[in-house]
């Protein structure tokens, strides 16, 4: 056929020129995608863990560009070949390319009843097929082709959802170790896409492929029943009756899967939103900000979002605070609750922006100079000399590992008076300096070793503000209340304990749980015990009215189910319950103390007692110094009131906060309160309350005797009773054959 004479150019856009003047706007080739993995599906997709076995997927080309001229139909890159100049009118057609579908091997061959049921695969089927990468690698290769022979042009993934991507593929491939192409980091959400078109109809989470076709009149193929098929076809359907509507918008702003963390530094003055972050619990030790990273694969993480936390002594004790950016992230993020980093499961909490900025927020300019490098990999030092400076760090780590800045990549940890602690902070431009530095670990400086470890911008600020101030976090969450009602001691079996409450119970269902047996609490009778962190335990205390109904508590509800876990229920005494309420342990073996067993030693601030007379020969005590021997009279100081437990909050029978240690931490900051007059006058008389210079052991040998106690004080005069001062702290009875963990010597 031979070309139509050269005519003038009309007036409008060159469709040979370049995409600027493009007669069809529009999105590029779009890869319509489908998954399902071998457990749960739907809005669960991808929470339970489990692999990936199915894809299934068709491209479509929205805006394929035909050009009309007088010698037929011709497609836009023909233009100049034929040389054509004349035309008529610029129609789009849309063009839609082979569906495609695939089975994907998964490690685990088990198959969860909703998969068997909606998809009709089995073991046998899925045994034979390919694995991840291999499906991948001809899902890019059929994709490529298929674009080509359609336009050509970039291409841009499209999915019913973001679980496919964020909660599927992206963590599957993480945990084998696999790279995805960059195909798979951007996408577009056909939901959030129909609801741009369609604000009105339901929130964009309580969409899906067949409630979108049902309000867009879309007629669909009711007899396919080929698992995965039928969402495919309908969502082409949906997305090309979308574009056929007047909004230009669709389409044009993809959803972004982040590649790579990025580290940055808080401030306390910044404003974070509780919606946006979570509490991730159990991670390794040596874990850091990169795997915690990591493990949230696919979620978008905020710059500087992860804060590994520490306790009291400095170290990582497991926890850590991650912020996202935006709420639709962070309840991605709870789905993963109780995944798996190598062997150990996370367990995944809902936190605080309060929590967040405490924990990786700071003040100091000095801090924020040393982490205002982008793209940095940050290292601690332990265990350095006092006396060492800059140089001495730099000839440490040697040339082969250079420091970012050199000196200015240092940061020296100091108390706030100036003194060294020993800790210090280097910055590395890349991974594998880093790891290099790293295989300097427990190398000599001097006669010292020193520690190097991953760290983050949120521990550096952690660290300097555990010197700078006081400690970041409460030992307990809440503060303790005057209570209006004393704890009658007594040993009669009037009170029951509960045993494997689940963490979320309430006072509500342990009224509940006991049903009418609740009848006959007392008043202010329920005690939940929590643990250090100021979370539930699990045990909880109940006062009732007599042994008799304390008896029959435990008959009819031991064992009895509470929230799919079975609880114990025992009787005990008032005795007991307050020992745990104190600190201490009761279990089947018995009663263990509480770290402080006398209540007059839980104030932080003792009597001072009247001391006999010094009974040392007057040649002897000239052997002495006066500072070394006690003085002759103390001025009696009254007792400080004796508290047994915290006070109440506001919720009916509920002790609020009730103290359950954890080790090895002792409960030095539990602020014990005022009990009535009325219990001081009716306790017996306290040991500390008698005449005599008392002192406390702790960490006895659990072999040491009696003559070993006192060979200790051979020097010192003990008071007149001799070997009965020698009395252990509130244990209960024990056999010879048992010694007890701490004495008191008067």
């Avoid at 909660?167 to 170790?177: D, F, G, I, T, W």
């Avoid at 991605?332 to 927020?361: D, N, S, W």
């Avoid at 025992?570 to 018995?590: A, D, F, N, Y």
Wanted: proline fraction near 10%.
């Amino acid at each position: 056929m031979t070309p139509p004479p050269p005519q003038p150019q009309p007036p409008g856009p060159d469709p040979a020129a370049d995409s600027a003047a493009d007669p069809c706007p529009g999105p590029g080739p779009l890869v319509v995608l489908f998954g399902a993995t071998a457990g749960a599906l739907g809005p669960d997709l991808g929470s339970d863990e489990t692999d990936l076995i199915l894809l299934v997927w068709q491209t479509v080309e929205p805006r394929r560009r035909q050009v009309v001229w007088k010698g037929g139909i011709r497609a836009a890159g023909e233009l100049q070949s034929w040389g054509a100049q004349w035309l008529t009118g610029f129609p789009c057609r849309p063009q839609v390319g082979t569906l495609h579908k695939s089975l994907v091997r998964a490690e685990a061959a088990a198959l969860s009843p909703q998969c068997c049921e909606a998809s009709g695969l089995s073991a046998d089927s899925l045994a034979r097929a390919e694995p991840l990468d291999k499906v991948l690698q001809q899902f890019s290769q059929l994709v490529s082709a298929e674009v080509a022979l359609l336009g050509g042009g970039p291409y841009m993934l499209c999915t019913d959802g973001q679980q496919l991507l964020r909660q599927v593929l992206h963590p599957e491939a993480s945990r084998k170790n696999l790279v995805l192409p960059d195909t798979f980091f951007s996408f577009y959400d056909l939901r959030r896409e129909f609801h741009k078109q369609h604000p009105s109809i339901c929130p964009t989470k309580d969409l899906t492929v067949a409630t979108m076709a049902q309000d867009l009149g879309l007629e669909t193929d009711a007899t396919e029943d080929d698992f995965g098929v039928w969402e495919v076809k309908t969502m082409v359907a949906i997305i090309l009756h979308l574009l056929e509507g007047p909004d230009g918008q669709l389409f044009s702003k993809p959803e972004v899967v982040k590649q790579k963390y990025e580290t940055g530094p808080c401030s306390k003055a910044d404003m974070v939103d509780s919606e946006t972050v979570i509490r991730a619990r159990g991670l390794p030790w040596q874990s850091s900000d990169q795997d915690v990273a990591r493990f949230f694969k696919g979620l978008n993480i905020a710059r500087g979002g992860v804060a590994l936390c520490l306790n009291a002594q400095g170290r990582r004790n497991g926890e850590a605070l991650v912020r996202f950016v935006d709420s639709e992230q962070r309840d991605l993020a709870l789905q993963r609750h109780k995944h798996h980093m190598g062997v150990r499961y996370i367990e995944v909490y809902k936190a605080t922006g309060e929590e967040f900025v405490k924990i990786a927020g700071g003040t100091s300019l000095e801090v924020v100079r040393f982490l205002s490098r982008e793209d940095q990999v940050v290292l601690r030092l332990r265990g350095l000399p006092f006396s060492a400076g800059p140089a001495d760090v730099l000839a440490f780590l040697g040339p082969e590992c250079p420091v970012t800045g050199g000196a200015d990549g240092l940061l020296f940890v100091r108390h706030s008076d100036g003194r060294p602690t020993g800790d210090a902070f280097a910055l590395f431009a890349c991974e594998e300096l880093a790891q290099a530095a790293l295989r300097r670990h427990k190398g000599m400086l001097g006669k010292r070793y020193i520690e190097l470890f991953r760290s983050t911008a949120a521990e550096v600020q952690q660290v300097l503000n555990r010197y700078a101030s006081s400690p970041l976090l409460p030992t307990l969450t809440a503060p303790l209340l005057p209570i209006p009602f004393p704890l009658v001691a007594g040993t009669g079996r009037d009170c029951v304990r509960l045993r494997g409450l689940p963490y979320t119970a309430t006072i509500e269902d342990i009224l509940s749980f006991l049903g009418e047996i609740a009848a006959d609490i007392r008043p202010h009778g329920v005690h939940m015990v929590l643990n250090q962190q100021g979370r539930p335990s699990g045990d909880a205390f109940i006062q009732m009215t007599s042994a008799e109904r304390a008896l029959a508590a435990a008959q009819r509800c031991h064992k009895k189910v509470m929230k799919e876990r079975y609880v114990e229920v025992v009787p005990c005494s008032t005795e007991e319950m307050s020992r745990v309420l104190m600190g201490g342990t009761l279990g089947r073996s018995g009663m263990s103390p509480p770290p402080c067993k006398l209540p007059c030693l839980s104030p932080p601030t003792y009597a001072t007692f009247q001391a006999t007379p010094a009974l040392i020969p007057t040649e002897t005590a000239a052997l002495y110094p006066s500072s070394a021997l006690l003085p002759a009279t103390r001025v009696p100081a009254t007792p400080a009131p004796v508290a047994y437990y915290p006070g109440p909050a506001t919720q009916l029978y509920m002790n609020y906060t009730a103290y359950y240690p954890s080790p090895p931490v002792s409960p030095t900051t539990v602020g014990y309160l005022t009990t009535p007059p009325a219990t001081l006058a009716s306790a017996p008389t306290s040991v500390l309350s008698q005449p005599g210079a008392l002192i406390r052991m702790q960490g006895i040998p659990y072999t040491a005797g009696m003559k070993d106690l006192l060979s200790v004080f051979q020097a010192y005069q003990l008071a007149p009773d001799d070997y009965t001062s020698l009395m252990p702290v509130g244990d209960p009875p024990r056999t010879v054959l048992q010694a007890p963990k701490e004495w008191v010597c008067l």
